[in-house]
């Protein structure tokens, strides 16, 4: 991602990230591929 635009955002919150798998396997049971950075 672009440096200035993570510069100013916020870091993810801690109950969002802890359902990022979950979010992850429904994208995949729906048939949509997500792009990420793991």
Partial sequence: MY???KATR???P???KTQ???IFELLEKFGI???SKM
């Fill in 10 to 12: 916020d870091r993810m």
């Fill in 3 to 5: 440096e200035q635009y």
């Fill in 14 to 16: 801690t109950d969002l």
């Fill in 20 to 22: 990022e798998n979950l």
């Fill in 33 to 35: 591929n997500p792009i």
